[in-house]
């Protein structure tokens, strides 16, 4: 039996208050290995091997929104075992620096949501949570609005 273990990056991306929420393609949901069902996404994808986190996070933010950004600190790490692979996601706090989004075909739409939205929305706990926690950390990120 083989077994496999990947490392994959999200980013949770902070622009005037608000996060960025996407939406994953049909075809995005079908090809999934891990999760099948979950609409809901954030930017990101997997580690190539030899790649830091934080570059590979800022690489996948480009390819999947046309965004760029200033890396935080983790703020969750989520840690499964499925179908013979070991997957470890660590998600960042970031701050947006420049761009418009421009969604790859991975995803399908787009959402900047404050707080109250994020509370109010359909989106799964762990992400409400995970998000409410990044505007907190947001605010203490020690990188400079004006680099």
């Keep these: 039996m083989k077994r496999d273990f990947a490392v994959a990056v999200k980013a949770i991306i902070v622009k005037e208050e608000r996060v960025l929420i996407l939406t994953r393609s049909q075809d995005e949901m079908e090809c999934s290995y891990m999760n099948s069902?979950?609409?809901?996404?954030?930017?990101?994808?997997?580690?190539?091997?030899?790649?830091?986190?934080?570059?590979?996070?800022?690489?996948?933010?480009?390819?999947?929104?046309?965004?760029?950004v200033f890396v935080g600190e983790p703020v969750s790490l989520f840690d499964v075992i499925k179908n013979h692979i070991?997957?470890?996601?660590?998600?960042?706090?970031?701050?947006?620096k420049e761009g418009e989004v421009i969604l790859s075909e991975e995803h399908e739409a787009f959402y900047?949501?404050?707080?109250?939205?994020?509370?109010?929305?359909?989106?799964?706990?762990?992400?409400?949570?995970?998000?409410?926690?990044?505007?907190?950390?947001?605010?203490?990120?020690?990188?400079?609005?004006?680099?």
């Design 37 to 68: 069902r979950q609409k809901w996404d954030l930017p990101g994808g997997g580690l190539h091997f030899y790649e830091r986190s934080q570059e590979g996070l800022k690489r996948e933010i480009k390819e999947e929104t046309g965004l760029d």
């Design 86 to 96: 070991h997957l470890c996601i660590f998600t960042y706090v970031c701050r947006w």
């Design 112 to 147: 900047w949501m404050t707080g109250e939205e994020v509370c109010q929305s359909e989106l799964p706990n762990w992400m409400k949570r995970d998000l409410l926690r990044a505007f907190t950390r947001e605010k203490e990120m020690h990188i400079e609005r004006d680099e």
